[in-house]
């Protein structure tokens, strides 16, 4: 068996799931999230508990064991707790501030970009430099933060760019000046 499939997803106290049919609805403190099951996948509450079981051991149910449960623990961890990634503007007359619910960031182009959040999607900026997209869906925080980043991905010189917190950026050497 999968070993990610098989471990069991414990709800933590104030999260509901329902499963009908082939859906499974995940409410929380923060919200709530839906997603159909793939075929032959069936998820079992057990008191506090989800277990997902396949029915057999075809390649496909094998490989969606595991996605399902990955899927469904992102799920609950995401209306009790949420996610967020952080990212940094580096470079000289960098800056992101908020416009409403609109970022707004100026990045060395001749117009400041303005990113629209998507529903559930929240944008922070603690600092000048810093953004913060929270959200209780993992794949469209993840998405969000990956859109913002490639308005003007860092470049391997000067490092110049929107990169993740803990992205570490690969320099290269210049030009070798003089004789």
């Known amino acids: ?3 990610i499939g098989k471990k069991p997803i414990s709800l933590p106290a104030g999260v509901e799931v329902s499963i009908k049919d082939n859906a499974i609805s995940v409410k929380g403190p923060k919200g709530v999230l839906e997603w159909a099951l793939p075929e032959g996948i069936t998820v079992v509450q057990e008191g506090n508990e989800l277990v997902v079981k396949r029915p057999s051991d075809i390649k496909q149910h094998r490989a969606m064991h595991g996605l399902s449960r990955a899927l469904i623990a992102n799920m609950v961890q995401g209306v009790s707790a949420g996610f967020e990634k952080k990212l940094e503007l580096v470079g000289v007359g960098y800056r992101a501030q908020m416009q409403g619910k609109k970022l707004v960031i100026s990045i060395g182009f001749s ?7 998507p529903e559930g999607i929240e944008f922070e900026v603690p600092a000048v430099t810093r953004i913060t997209v929270k959200g209780i869906d993992k794949q469209l925080v993840g998405n969000t933060a990956a859109h913002i980043r490639a308005i003007r991905k860092p470049e391997p010189y000067k490092g110049k760019g929107i990169k993740y917190e803990n992205e570490v950026i690969r320099r290269k050497a210049g030009k070798a000046g003089g004789k």
Do not use: K
């Open 111 to 117: 117009h400041p970009v303005e990113v629209e959040p």
């Open 1 to 3: 068996m999968s070993r």
